[in-house]
């Protein structure tokens, strides 16, 4: 028995994504594909890429039978989500791409995204995807928030070193590099070929990035007490990957060690040895998230590498992993796919 998928947002770079890596899952079938604009319209014509793939055509959310699906899988924008999850079935198992669930504090939502939650009940109800740190609370959700691509990428590099205190919370600089795809399929002038391609640039610069907002609810949590880290994304001509370097106060022996040891038995996060530097080059297409440290002249600073793919790990393959786990299956099914290279 495979269990019949539900996509909504389809026609978006995640739903592709994700149609991408259900096409070899063994335990699902894509069974129904979601879309506005594009809703009517065959995924080969949208997505040539997916041509080999016999696939339903896109359709409205509302031409959907929720009744035969086993999981849902919400690829919207923000905003978006928090108006169609509550008109889905109440039992219906979904896990939530946007960044509308993933913050517990309706006032941190409101602060972050310039508006108030329009379905706080439900927010109370999400946990929040990252599977490596949630797995059992996942394992048991009816209902899932994925993280942001750069929150995940963060966090990775940071949360086992908050937990054993042996980071200086107020020393952290995060520094990342980030592909254009995270930005979604719509067009945005800034991101035309001519205004994107040779030339790079900070973005949400002075601590305005949304992303903030799951650094202080994921590192408070894990330090035990409140944390502000300071954070700049900076948007390069790549397609996919987050290359992402957090500069603390910490010993660098003792921080790689430790990442070694959380991360020991985790099919998905590979910690290089001690001084090598992780490579968006060698993570691309795939759901693996390499780490690394790198001790720095200055006595006790160090530097804090991870690189992942912001399409798979980021998202629609964190989103699988999850979803993996509310259906019982393998956490790994249909996720152990090599990187690209080069
Ligand atoms: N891209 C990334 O790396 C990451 C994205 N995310 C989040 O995942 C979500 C999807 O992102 P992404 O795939 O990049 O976005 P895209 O902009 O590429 O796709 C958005 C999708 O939503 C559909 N859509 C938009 N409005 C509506 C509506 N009112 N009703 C039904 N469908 C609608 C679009 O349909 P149509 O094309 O037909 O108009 C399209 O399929 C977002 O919330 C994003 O923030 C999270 C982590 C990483
Ligand atoms: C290049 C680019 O714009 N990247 C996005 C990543 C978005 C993401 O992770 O998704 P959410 O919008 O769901 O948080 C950004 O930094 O906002």
């Known amino acids: 028995m495979t269990a019949k998928i539900a996509i909504l947002g389809a026609s978006g770079y995640t739903g592709a994504e994700l149609v991408r890596i259900i096409a070899s899952h063994p335990g699902m079938e894509v069974a129904a594909l979601a879309a506005d604009r594009k809703a009517g319209m065959a995924m080969r014509d949208v997505f040539p890429h997916l041509a080999h793939l016999d696939l339903p055509t896109l359709v409205t959310i ?24 509550p008109g889905l079935p109440a039992d219906l198992k979904v896990v939530d791409l946007s960044a509308d669930f993933r913050l517990r504090d309706p006032a941190a939502y409101e602060k972050w995204y310039g508006q108030p939650h329009q ?7 999400a946990v929040y995807g990252l599977t490596e740190f949630y797995r059992e609370e996942i394992r048991g959700a009816r209902f899932v928030a994925g ?26 600089i ?17 991101l ?31 330090a035990g007490r409140e944390v502000r880290v300071q954070f700049t994304p900076t948007l390069l001509p790549a397609n996919r990957g987050i290359l992402s370097a957090a500069y ?19 099919p998905f996060l590979h910690v290089l040895p001690m001084g090598q530097v992780p490579s968006t080059r060698s993570i691309r297409g795939s759901n693996m998230v390499h780490l690394g440290v790198a001790a720095e002249r200055a006595k ?43």
């Open 119 to 125: 379905a706080v009940e439900l927010q109370k109800e």
């Open 62 to 85: 509302d031409e959907i039978d929720f009744s035969a699906i086993d999981l849902c899988f919400c690829a919207l924008p923000h905003v978006t989500s928090q108006q169609v999850i």
């Open 248 to 266: 603390v106060q910490g010993d660098a022996a003792a921080l790689h060690a430790a990442l070694v040891e959380a991360y020991q038995d985790e």
């Open 174 to 190: 995060l520094d990342m590099k980030v592909g254009v795809s995270g930005a979604g399929r719509s067009l945005k002038e800034n």
């Open 147 to 172: 993280t942001g691509c750069n929150a995940a990428t963060g966090l990775f590099s940071l949360v086992p070193l908050f937990r054993a205190g042996l980071i200086d919370p107020d020393s952290v």
């Open 192 to 222: 035309l070929h001519a205004e994107l391609s040779e030339g790079w640039m900070p973005y949400a610069a002075g601590g305005k990035h949304r992303h903030l907002g799951e650094f202080d609810q994921e590192f408070s949590l894990a």
């Open 300 to 342: 006790g600073r160090a530097t804090v590498f991870a690189a992942l793919d912001n399409l798979t790990k980021g998202s629609s393959g964190q989103a699988v992993q999850n979803a993996n786990l509310m259906l019982g299956l393998e956490e790994t099914e249909g996720l152990m796919m090599a990187p690209l290279f080069p």
